[in-house]
């Protein structure tokens, strides 16, 4: 089955530096990926589209100059969270849509951020 | 009114009971509908997708698609402690994906 990478699972870092995520498809392309943050036992919350080649698009409220997301090829895109704050501690899953079954989209295991 | 409407639960029933989770939603060109499932401090999974009305079966689960009433349904049978997680629902038209708010669902031995 499709698998989706993401990585580092767990990261801790101190407030004001900057934390990159990777998130990988291992076998597949995915043209469009998606970044989303969880809050405990909250439901996914959809931060940005990103798409191969072009600019991220970023849902209402979420800071595109804070969350910088770039989708540099078919199988990789990362999420780099610029001068942390501890309120942007969370669990952020990235997911990748199969170029070639549109309607199936597949999650990373997700990456714990917590900002010190 | 949220495009997709899924009770949170939580859901707590005996080992080798029959769980039904549910969702309904308000748009019509929904067009294909899936259930995840969510253990803990994980990334959700793929359980099943169906993209018409009716039943589509594997294993001890069976996604259920009723477009007329705008509702889906996970039925899962002979549950197991193993399925112990959060169930989510999603829906797509065109290429935008919409999830509800996922139930959490524990199975005690």
């Known amino acids: 089955g499709a698998v989706v990478s993401q990585h580092p699972s767990w990261v801790i870092c101190k407030s004001g530096t900057s934390v990159k995520i990777e998130c990988r498809s291992l076998d597949f392309q995915a043209t469009t990926m998606f970044w989303y943050r969880q809050f405990p036992k909250q439901s996914l919350m959809l931060m940005a589209t990103?798409?191969?080649?072009?600019?991220?698009?970023?849902e209402q409220g979420v800071e595109k100059d804070k969350f910088l997301i770039n989708h540099a090829s078919l199988t990789l895109s990362t999420l780099t969270v610029t001068s942390a704050h501890p309120e942007d501690s969370s669990f952020y899953i990235c997911s990748a849509r199969d170029n070639m079954k549109s309607y199936e989209q597949y999650f990373g295991p997700g990456t714990r951020l917590t900002v010190t | 009114q949220k495009e997709v409407e899924q009770d949170p639960g939580p859901l707590s029933v005996p080992e080798g009971a029959i769980v039904s989770l549910n969702c309904t939603y308000s748009n019509s060109a929904f067009q294909y509908f899936m259930w995840y499932r969510q253990y803990s401090r994980k990334g959700p999974e793929l359980l099943m997708y169906?993209?018409?009305?009716g039943n589509k079966e594997d294993g001890r689960f069976t996604a259920q698609v009723d477009k007329s009433s705008k509702y889906i349904s996970l039925f899962i049978r002979d549950s197991q402690p193993s399925d112990s997680a959060t169930y989510l629902c999603a829906m797509i038209t065109g290429n935008q994906f919409y999830f509800g708010t996922g139930t959490s669902l524990t199975v005690i031995p």
């Open positions: 990103s798409n191969e080649g072009s600019k991220a698009t970023y």
């Open positions: 169906t993209y018409s009305s």
